[in-house]
């Protein structure tokens, strides 16, 4: 097994579902002969790992299946759930998740609602990755990390991974369900968490089911993306001072493994959520609200929700720094909650 | 002259147009008898646009209508039982009941039912028309024309000679073409010369709003420049104009030759709903509309061509009327009320997420 970027495993596992089925085609704004802005749907890796620059997916699959489409995300994402609705397996690329919001009827008002308003005679299989989240110097619309809109409609799958294993199992079960899913992708992981990506082409996650990133016995911390590496920083500081940590990585966000959350934290009775979403009605607060409700006699402290602020997200550097929670927010957090107050 | 054959092809056309027109009637009258809940939609007088095109669909071909299209689903071959299913909310509807009474679908058709989002169905079927240029590139029947760099393509391809691609038929109203989901749909089918024909019903109304506040151009079909695709306007009240105007547009489509924007000028007798008194339009203007009426455009170019017979019309209503009736009893006597929890199994076609939804519900009223 080689070593790879966690984006070289979203590219491999895009690439060896086209092989296996051709009803599964991609189609985004710069996806085709450019590869895309992040290069997700450029080239499949050599054994090293490393990208194989020699061919991209739009010389291997041709230019239909790998289609660049116009800058139109109604047109991107409507488009799709027309192809799906005629027999294909669309992989519909938003480049920026702050743009998804362009094509919010099409996602929540047709694709969320095919199955339903056939009762049940139609599918929709979807997949929409979209790169989320901040840290990148991106500013007001490069940054945003809006999943909550989306687990918040009905009919949708919303999957996040943060391991490379992840990225590759997440993604193929994405592409082979037949219901639709937002894929979204951490931008500051892509290149910086690397893995060992698996190497059965059938290798996949189940949608639902979280995975304890760390195993610990004083607290749980619950995060994924960018929250997730910060938290597994504040884990290692409060292992040194001698606070065992467990952390979850939720993975998919709609539908929920409440279960391995709610089970750690009558383990540990302490529980902090962290996300970089807007505090207001978001993923800290759902997961705030339903630990409560499944480990309530078992919490020694109350929960703690970390979250970024209701304000559009902020350019500069420092800005950026203030806005985002920190390792030292998180390690505040914690001992707060390790001194049952 | 009586030409039989020829004689025999209109009234194949005429007979999906009189069943929506009694169809029609009657469930109006059924809802303002309150037979059955929500609203109507009625589609009386737009007949002539919706079977002039519903007629040259073919299995396989998507429907994305709108909201009045109940003519051409009548030309697809729906069954006025089905269509009762629906609008009375039994568990034979095609939706299950889940869905208001006119949002009008089939899957056993392949029309795809609407949304209140007006237009998101004109993009859907910009995507099956993709789905059916990759079917036939797929099959190895497309060449794609790359320019002379090597680098570009799009839009830029043959079919091989003497095949047929499916073909998407969109459906929508003048209102429709304000929104951008309107114009991503025409461009990309556009770029592409996608095998899909956007038919316009431009009864001047869009509710309350009039064409003028929706529509800047002299004709919604003058928007068709800016997509590099045909556009023409016609007469929506005249099914033979329909018939044969469509079919060029979808004979086109089938073989490689890109899109069409046909706008009818057509007229909805009624309210845009039938809560809305539609106090916003003159009578002189509804009476002048219903002088051409597409049953008396059609009987006066029969007449003409000396076909108009009784005895066939009076055979096919009374055929009609017997279909109908049959349904309505069907429908108030026989059919079955869907369970009032069923709805929590059709969200997702995997299983083990509609129990996820399930449980939260049964925890709640459990």
């Known amino acids: 097994m080689a070593e790879m970027t966690l984006i070289q495993a979203i590219t491999d596992t895009m690439w060896s579902e086209m092989e296996r089925d051709e009803k599964v085609f991609v189609l985004g704004q710069d996806c085709g002969r450019y590869g895309g802005v992040f290069k997700a749907t450029a080239w499949k890796s050599q054994e090293d790992g490393s990208p194989d620059q020699s061919e991209k997916m739009y010389d291997r699959f041709g230019p239909l299946r790998v289609l660049d489409a116009p800058l139109a995300e109604n047109a991107i994402i409507g488009g799709a759930i027309g192809s799906a609705i005629a027999g294909y397996r669309p992989i519909a690329e938003i480049q920026f998740m702050d743009f998804i919001d362009c094509a919010m009827g099409h996602i929540v008002n047709q694709a969320g609602v095919m199955s339903f308003k056939t009762n049940g005679s139609w599918c929709c299989p979807l997949t929409i990755r979209t790169p989320f989240g901040g840290d990148i110097g991106g500013g007001i619309t490069h940054s945003q990390s809006n999943e909550a809109w989306f687990c918040h409609a009905a009919g949708l799958i919303v999957m996040t991974p943060s391991t490379v294993e992840d990225a590759a199992g997440l993604l193929r079960t994405a592409i082979r369900c037949d219901d639709p899913v937002l894929f979204i992708e951490h931008k500051k992981l892509y290149r910086s968490v690397k893995g060992e990506a698996p190497t059965d082409p059938d290798f996949m996650v189940p949608i639902g089911k979280a995975r304890i990133h760390q195993s610990g016995s004083d607290i749980t911390f619950v995060a994924y993306g960018n929250m997730l590496i910060r938290a597994m920083e504040a884990t290692r500081i409060l292992q040194k001072e001698g606070v065992s940590v467990e952390v979850i990585d939720p993975r998919t966000l709609w539908p929920l493994d409440l279960d391995t959350i709610v089970n750690s934290v009558c383990k540990t009775g302490r529980c902090v959520v962290i996300s970089e979403s807007h505090s207001s009605y978001g993923f800290s607060s759902e997961i705030a609200a339903r630990v409560q409700e499944g480990a309530f006699w078992n919490l020694l402290s109350p929960i703690r929700m970390i979250s970024a602020p209701d304000t559009p997200y902020p350019f500069d550097p420092a800005m950026e720094k203030a806005y985002l929670p920190s390792v030292e927010t998180i390690l505040k957090a914690a001992k707060g909650a390790m001194e049952n107050d | ?366």
């Not at chain 2, 058709?109 to 993709?130: C, E, N, R, W």
């Not at chain 2, 038919?199 to 079909?221: D, F, G, I």
Request: glycine letters at 8%; one cysteine or more.
């Open chain 2, 1 to 366: 002259m009586t030409d039989p054959t020829k004689s025999k092809e209109s009234y194949a056309l005429f007979r999906p147009m009189l069943k929506t027109r009694l169809l029609d009637e009657r469930m109006r009258k059924l809802f303002r008898q309150g037979r059955f809940k929500g609203t109507y939609f009625s589609a009386v007088g737009q007949e002539a646009t919706n079977v002039g095109t519903g007629t040259h669909m073919r299995e396989g071909d998507i429907l994305a209508p709108s909201h009045r299209q109940l003519g051409a689903m009548v030309a697809r071959g729906i069954t006025a039982k089905r269509v009762m299913a629906q609008v009375y909310s039994k568990a034979e509807s095609p939706d299950g009941a889940q869905q208001h009474p006119c949002h009008f679908g089939d899957p056993q058709l392949d029309i795809v039912s609407p949304t209140g989002h007006v237009a998101i169905q004109v993009v859907l079927a910009a995507g099956a028309a993709y789905a059916y240029l990759m079917d036939a590139w797929r099959e190895g029947k497309v060449k794609i024309n790359w320019d002379k760099e090597g680098i570009v393509w799009a839009g830029n391809w043959t079919l091989e000679e003497g095949h047929e691609m499916n073909c998407a038929f969109s459906f929508f109203g003048d209102g429709a073409t304000a929104k951008g989901d309107f114009h991503e749909s025409l461009n990309f089918a556009g770029i592409h010369k996608l095998p899909v024909v956007y038919v316009c019903e431009n009864n001047l109304w869009a509710e309350s709003a009039h064409l003028t506040e929706n529509v800047p151009t002299e004709k919604v079909s003058d928007r068709a420049a800016a997509y590099g695709m045909p556009g023409i306007t016609i007469d929506g009240n005249d099914i033979f104009e329909v018939n044969r105007v469509v079919g060029e547009a979808v004979r086109r489509a089938r073989r490689g030759g890109g899109p069409t924007l046909i706008e009818c000028m057509t007229y909805r007798w009624y309210g845009h709903s039938e809560i809305d008194p539609a106090d916003y339009r003159t009578e002189e203007e509804v009476a002048k509309w219903k002088e051409r009426d597409p049953l008396l455009v059609f009987r006066a170019t029969m007449e003409e061509r000396g076909e108009w017979d009784e005895e066939i019309v009076a055979k096919i209503e009374a055929e009609i009327n017997e279909e109908i009736d049959e349904a309505i009893d069907w429908v108030e006597e026989e059919s079955t009320d869907p369970q009032p929890d069923q709805f929590l199994d059709v969200t997702f076609r995997t299983s083990s997420l509609n129990e996820v939804v399930r449980r939260e519900w049964e925890k709640r009223d459990g």
